[in-house]
């Protein structure tokens, strides 16, 4: 073996010249990892805390969402059709009627020796509810921990109209809670644009009926359920529409609360770096300078 270095000749089957340590090409394995990928997967950027509780308010809406959609408007939905008439029971009396004695006479119609499930059921149905009643506290919880962060590291960046406590009580307001939001959401994503566009950086951009829905869909959604728990009244038009609109705004806050944190992390690059600060968020902080 001639080595492509020094021009020395050593034996083949060594791995690297005697005289310049140069490897043999011949010895080489492709399927080596390549310690630049090692070095790159070692030095991928961790998770912010901004990405963290975005990604739990995620889960948890994911997870009230779906189990609403099984243990809430399922039942609801089935009796409705089953009966194709309107009914003035109440909710809860509706979905317990359904569980607890409807889906057993199914059962039964089906194989006699399955109504022996019925215990299983009620312990299944019961645990639900309670995972059901978990996961709205959760979601609500870990969405208000998002929201806060979101604008507390943008105060940072610019002067804003809502506080994040402002932020999270008008958010919370039922009916017209999602009517705020749609003013917040707008304000946080105009300063966030603004910043990264000031400092050449790439900005997650959403479309703009995105924010309108959420708007429109979460002041039907509330009012439509509210108006039918308080008549204690069915009203399928009222019902259809609700659920509807309670699902466009279930996409439309998982788009939101991902493109909000990617351009936080964006921020959060920004100080990392040691970028300079816009001029209007001397205005915001003053006790810092003191």
Sequence with gaps: MICKKCGREYEDD??????????????????????????????????????????QAIYWLKA?????LIMIILPITAIYWATNTPFDIELVGIIVYFWLWYVPILIGALCPLLVL???????????????????ICKSAYHYCRWLHFSKTEQSHFSKMRFS??????????PVIGPVFQYFIF????????????MRHQDYRNLPGWLLPVISASGFIMQS???????????IPIVWFVSIFSGIFLFVSYIK?????????????????????RDETSKNTLPQENQ
């Design 186 to 197: 707008r304000e946080l994503l105009a300063r966030q644009k603004e910043i990264l566009e």
């Design 164 to 173: 994040p406590d402002d932020a999270i009580i008008c958010a919370l307001i």
């Design 256 to 276: 939101t609360i991902r493109a909000i944190t990617a351009n936080t992390r964006a921020l959060n690059s920004l100080t990392t770096n040691d970028a300079p």
């Design 14 to 55: 060594m791995p690297k010249c005697l005289w310049c340590d140069a490897p043999n090409d011949n010895k080489v394995d492709p399927s080596a990892t390549n310690p630049a990928d090692e070095t790159s997967q070692e030095d991928a950027e961790p998770l912010t805390e901004c990405e963290v509780r975005g990604d």
């Design 64 to 68: 009230f969402f779906f189990t609403s």
């Design 117 to 135: 499930l019925w215990p299983i059921i009620c312990l299944a149905t019961f645990t639900s509810y309670i995972f059901l009643v978990i996961s």
């Design 224 to 234: 439509g359920l509210l108006s039918i728990c308080i008549l204690k009244e069915w």
